[in-house]
C-alpha cells in the first residue's frame, strides 16, 4: 500500500514563509503526478501545485493563480519527498494541506493517494 506523510505544517506567521515535506512509500519517480492541494473551512479542496512528469525526463510544474508568484514545488530524489515552499504568506492560505501522487494505470484510468493532511495556520 503507498503512502504519503506530510509533515511541516503549524502556526506561521502572516508574510512568513513555510515549508512542507511529503514523504512516500515508494520512489516518488513512481509517479505521474506529484501535488500538493489545500482545503480551507468551508470551502472546496483546491489544487496549490503540482508536478507533473511529461516523459522519463522532463517535467513540469503547475501553480494556483493564488501561489503562483510566491511558492514553489519541488522532488527530492534523496529523501523521496515532494516539497512545497510558500512564501509571503497570507490569512488565505490558511488550510489543510494534502499532499498527492497520481498514477496511471491506463489510458483514461488513474489511481490516487493522498496523505492524511497537515494543518497550516498563518497568524495575523
Known amino acids: 500500500q503507498v503512502r504519503l506523510v506530510e509533515s511541516g505544517g503549524g502556526l506561521v506567521q502572516f508574510g512568513g514563509s513555510l515549508r512542507l515535506y511529503c514523504a512516500a512509500s515508494e520512489s516518488i519517480s513512481r509517479f505521474n503526478i506529484l501535488g500538493w492541494h489545500r482545503q480551507a473551512p468551508g470551502k472546496q479542496r483546491e489544487l496549490v501545485a503540482e508536478?507533473?512528469?511529461?516523459?522519463?525526463?522532463?517535467?513540469?510544474?503547475t501553480y494556483a493563480d493564488s501561489v503562483k508568484d510566491r511558492s514553489t514545488i519541488s522532488e527530492d530524489y534523496a529523501n523521496n519527498t515532494v516539497n512545497l515552499e510558500i512564501r509571503n504568506l497570507k490569512s488565505e492560505d490558511t488550510a489543510v494541506y494534502y499532499c498527492?501522487?497520481?498514477?496511471?494505470?491506463?489510458?483514461?484510468?488513474?489511481?490516487?493517494?493522498w496523505g492524511q493532511g497537515t494543518q497550516v495556520t498563518v497568524a495575523s
Open positions: 508536478i507533473i512528469r511529461d516523459s522519463r525526463t522532463t517535467s513540469s510544474t
Open positions: 498527492n501522487g497520481r498514477v496511471r494505470r491506463a489510458a483514461t484510468r488513474w489511481q490516487d493517494y
